[in-house]
Every structure is written in C-alpha cells, then in structure tokens.
C-alpha cells in the first residue's frame, strides 16, 4: 500500500520504460503478504477494509487501515452471508450483496453483516454501480438483467429497465457536470458521463456520452488492468498496470506474480464549447512494482 502525490508535470504517454521509477520507501503505508483468496477492498471514512469475498478461504486475515493514523489493525475475516459478494460502501456502511450462493449452506458461518431483506431476482454479476447525490441509495446494473437501485435508508430495491449504467465498474458523481463519470464500458479506454437516474420505478436509459480523449490503449499487448478513482472537483487518477519490456505479452503472465509497471495518470474532466466530454491538464508517471499479481486490478482511494 503506498500513498501518491498529485503529478506535476506532463510526460509523453507510453514512454514507459524509460520514465519508470522507483517507489519511495517512505511513501511505503503497509506491506501485505500473499494470502488465499482474492479479497476487495473498500473505504468508509478514513478507513480502507480488506473483506474477503470468499468463504473457501477460512484462515484469511483481513485487515483496516486507517488513513488518518496510518495504523493497520488485523481483524478476523468479514464474512459475507454468502460466498463471494459484490462489496460497495454509501457513507460509512458497507453493503454487501450476492445472487448465486447457496444461503442455506452459509447459515452457520460466523457472519458481521446484517441482513437487509430480499435482494432482486437475477442472474447475473453486478457491471455497474454508482452512488446517487442524496448520499443513501445506490444504482447498479446487473448482466443481461438490467439496472436496479437500492435505498439505504428504506431498505427498498427498486427496477428501473432492463438498460445498463454505460460504465466498467463504479462511476462518480461530479457536481460540476451534473452527471456520473467512469471509464466507458462500450468504448474501452476512454471516459462515459450520464446523467444521475431519479429514484422511481422505470424510466428510459439516461442519456450518456462517451467522451474523445483516449486514456489508455485496451488492445495493447502491455496493457493489463485500469481502474479510476475520484479526487473532488472534476479531477480524477487513473492507475493502469502494464507487462515489463522484459515479459512484454500479458497473454504469457496472466495470474503470476511477476514485476510489472504502474501507470498513473491525472486529470481533470469538463465539457466543451459543443457539449463533448474532454480531458483537461493531463498528468503521468510510471512506477516499478517488483512484485504484483498480473491477476488484480489496481485499486486507489482518495481519503
């Protein structure tokens, strides 16, 4: 785990080699060793949790940071009722949510969370979320199902048509633009906005733009997982992990613990004169990581 500061300058993109450098030791927060499993991570407060999302992997230690104290404390394992759960966070809870495990044989088990009631019927994993404005209910489309909301506060799921968020994992709020912002899930690589959902049943598909500014290459051979995190008004980080010149195909590594790079790329997000969604004061650096899983994607919270 390593903290960054916000970049400073603009590098040519995909001079990767040659800009690469080493992390600082004193950035260094927390080292975690190998463990089963492949556990999420989430933030809620200051507080970064580890949970394991799967209930095959009995002797898994979790763990919280807090980002305030910098202390991480081991916890025993926050088990889901199920086995392997979708995890979010709506202010300082954390949901957890799966349609596929069998409940009856998960009764048993040692379980922190609170059951909320009858979840939707569907068959699919979650593709999409985000969190809307008023800070208690969450959006989020499910496989070939469709999209659904579920209230916090009134512990109510609500359908609102078999559409999909046009995002690849959790979309932000921006207050400025009025609308939700992520990496696009039609067009790989580049950003999606669309306009935050009301809460009633049904309703058409939003209306959503795919912007023009491509921010990383999906079908480079290098390329192996990106993921973006919102740090507050307009401006985001996008992490992106790459293969080394040495290994080069990600095809050859996948799931190895191998060297590999981190890419981190700053920005900020406006609309221009015509209505298009663009990427403003562009940053980047490149980053050693000696060892890392080419199975998990990056994760960064701004806290």
Known sequence: MDCFEAQDRFDS???????????RHGRLVARLGRQAGCPDFVAAG?????????????????????????????????????K??????????????????????????????????????????VTARAVHPD??????????????????ERLEWTRHGGWDLPFDGEAFYVRDLGAWVDLCSRHRGRLAACRVVGGRRGGAEPDGKCGRDL???????RHIEANLVYMGDTKFCLLETLTTEEEKDRSDIYGLIVPMLLRVVTF????????????????????????????????????
């Open 135 to 152: 800070g208690a209910t969450v959006f989020l489309s499910f496989y070939e199902t469709g999209t659904f909301s579920f209230n916090g």
């Open 46 to 82: 200051t507080k970064i949790v580890g949970l394991n999302r799967s209930s095959f992997h009995f002797t898994t230690v979790n763990f919280i940071f807090d980002a305030a104290t910098r202390m991480v404390s081991a916890t025993p394992p926050f088990r889901s009722p199920k």
């Open 268 to 303: 900020r997000v406006q609309y221009s004169w015509d209505g298009e969604l663009c990427v403003v004061d562009r940053r980047s650096r490149v980053y050693n990581l000696p060892w890392y899983s080419s199975g998990h994607k990056p994760q960064a919270f701004w806290i």
């Open 13 to 23: 993109e995909y001079d990767v080699d040659s800009r690469a450098r080493r992390l």
């Open 215 to 221: 921010l990383f290459r999906q079908k480079w051979r």
């Open 84 to 125: 392997s759960a979708t995890f979010w966070t709506v202010g300082g809870t954390v949901y957890a949510l799966d349609l596929v495990a069998d409940e009856s044989q998960h009764a048993k088990e040692r379980c922190l969370f609170e059951r909320l009631g009858p979840e939707p019927r569907t068959g699919g994993h």
